[in-house]
C-alpha cells in the first residue's frame, strides 16, 4: 500500500502543523547512541553504518468512533482522537476503500491508518473495528501500569529474579493478550521495531527467535512463547506486524508480536531496561533478550546484539 506524501494538504493549518514533523523525519542517525544509559544493561553493539532512508511522514495511525454516514459519496463520519505531534481530536469525513460501510453503524469504535487527503477526504487503511471490552483491558492494563511504574520510582527497572511486570497489549491479530496469559509457559521476549534499518540490530533478533523457535520445537521443547513488543507503537499498528510476521514465514502460534498504548510500552520498557529514543524518523535503541520462568519471574538476560539461540536454548 503506498499512499501520496503529505505535503499536499489543502489547509494551511494542517501544512504548518506537518512542517515540524517533515523537518524532524529527514535524516536517521542510527548510529547514534542513547544520551542516557540503561539502568544496568549494556547497551547493544553499536551498528555498522546503516542506510539513510529520508522519508516524509506518509500516514498517521488514527482511533476514533463512527459518528455518520454518507453513503451516496462512500463517506464515513468519524470523531478521531489526538493524532499525536499531528493534529488535535476532531471529526473528520474518511473513505474506507475496499470496506463496505453499509455493514458498520454509528457508535463502532475503530483503529486505521489514515493517508493524505484528497479533496478534503481522508483515506483510511488497515481498517479494524475495536472490540471495546478488549479496548478497555488494553486501557486499563496500561493504567495499572503507569501506576506501577510510577510507585518503583528509581527502583523502576526489574532484575533478574524481580516478577516480569503484567501488560495487556495487542497482538498481531488485533487480539488483546495479556501477559498473565503465559503463566506455566518460559517467555523470551524482546522489544523491536518493524521499520529498523539496521540489519545487525531488529532483523537479526528477529531472525534469531525465529531460528530459537525451530531449535526448541526440534529439541521437543514444550510450554514455550516467544514474544515481540514493539516500541514503535505509532507505526506498528497490528496489521503491520501481522504482515512483518507472514514476510517472514514466521509461525505465530507460539510466536506473539505486540503493541498498544504508548505510555504503556514506555513503561514496559523502563522496567525492562530497554531504551529506544525515537529518534529521525527511526529509533535509537538498545536491545535486550529475556527469559521469563513458568512463575512469571525474569529468569535470565542478555543485552546487546550478539545473543545466539544457544544462550537460551539449554534453559528451557
Ligand atoms: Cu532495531
Known amino acids: 500500500m503506498k499512499l501520496p506524501?503529505?505535503?499536499?494538504?489543502?489547509?494551511?493549518?494542517?501544512?504548518?502543523?506537518?512542517?515540524?514533523?517533515?523537518?524532524?523525519?529527514?535524516?536517521?542517525?542510527?548510529?547514534?547512541?542513547?544520551?542516557?544509559?540503561?539502568?544496568?544493561?549494556?547497551?547493544?553493539?553499536?551498528?555498522?553504518?546503516?542506510?539513510?532512508?529520508?522519508a516524509a511522514p506518509t500516514s498517521y495511525p488514527i482511533r476514533g468512533e463512527i459518528v455518520?454516514?454518507?453513503?451516496?459519496?462512500?463517506?464515513?463520519?468519524?470523531?478521531?482522537?489526538?493524532?499525536?505531534?499531528?493534529?488535535?481530536?476532531?471529526?473528520?469525513?474518511f473513505t474506507a476503500p475496499g470496506i463496505d460501510l453499509t455493514k458498520l453503524r454509528e457508535g463502532q469504535r475503530l483503529a486505521a491508518r489514515m493517508g493524505a487527503p484528497l479533496d478534503g477526504v481522508f483515506p483510511l487503511t488497515e481498517f479494524r473495528l475495536l472490540d471495546p471490552a478488549q479496548d478497555q483491558a488494553v486501557a486499563a492494563a496500561a493504567l495499572a501500569l503507569r501506576q506501577d511504574t510510577f510507585t518503583r520510582g528509581k527502583n523502576v527497572?526489574?532484575?533478574?529474579?524481580?516478577?516480569?511486570p503484567s501488560f495487556t497489549l495487542y497482538n498481531q491479530d488485533g487480539k488483546a493478550v495479556s501477559f498473565a496469559t503465559f503463566r506455566g509457559q518460559r517467555v523470551v521476549l524482546n522489544f523491536i521495531f518493524t521499520r529498523c534499518p539496521v540489519a545487525t540490530m531488529c532483523p537479526a533478533s528477529?531472525?534469531?527467535?525465529?531460528?530459537l523457535q525451530?531449535?526448541?520445537?526440534?529439541?521437543?521443547?514444550?510450554?514455550?512463547?516467544?514474544?515481540?513488543?514493539?516500541?514503535?507503537?505509532?507505526?506498528?499498528?497490528?496489521?503491520?506486524?501481522?504482515?512483518?510476521?507472514?514476510?517472514?514465514?514466521?509461525?505465530?502460534?507460539?510466536?506473539?508480536?505486540?503493541?498498544?498504548?504508548?505510555?504503556?510500552?514506555?513503561?514496559?520498557?523502563?522496567?525492562?531496561?530497554?531504551i529506544a529514543q525515537p529518534g529521525e524518523n527511526v529509533f535509537k535503541h538498545t536491545l535486550s533478550t529475556l527469559l521469563i520462568g513458568p512463575d512469571g519471574k525474569i529468569l535470565h538476560r542478555v543485552d546487546g546484539s550478539t545473543w545466539t539461540p544457544d544462550d537460551f536454548l539449554p534453559r528451557l
Do not use: W
Not at 547497551?43 to 546503516?50: E, F, G, I, K, R
Not at 527497572?157 to 516480569?164: K, L, T
Open 5 to 54: 506524501s503529505f505535503p499536499f494538504f489543502p489547509f494551511p493549518v494542517l501544512v504548518s502543523l506537518s512542517l515540524p514533523l517533515l523537518a524532524a523525519c529527514t535524516r536517521t542517525d542510527p548510529k547514534a547512541s542513547p544520551s542516557t544509559p540503561p539502568p544496568s544493561p549494556a547497551t547493544a553493539s553499536a551498528p555498522s553504518p546503516a542506510p539513510t532512508a529520508p
Open 68 to 93: 455518520g454516514f454518507d453513503l451516496p459519496r462512500q463517506v464515513l463520519v468519524i470523531h478521531h482522537e489526538e493524532i499525536p505531534g499531528y493534529m488535535p481530536a476532531m471529526t473528520m469525513e
Open 206 to 211: 528477529t531472525a534469531k527467535m525465529m531460528a
Open 214 to 274: 525451530a531449535a526448541a520445537k526440534k529439541a521437543g521443547v514444550k510450554n514455550l512463547e516467544l514474544v515481540s513488543i514493539s516500541f514503535d507503537s505509532a507505526y506498528d499498528t497490528p496489521p503491520v506486524l501481522k504482515q512483518y510476521a507472514t514476510e517472514r514465514g514466521i509461525d505465530t502460534t507460539n510466536f506473539s508480536f505486540l503493541t498498544g498504548p504508548e505510555n504503556a510500552i514506555r513503561d514496559l520498557l523502563a522496567q525492562f531496561g530497554v
Open 157 to 164: 527497572y526489574r532484575e533478574v529474579g524481580e516478577p516480569a
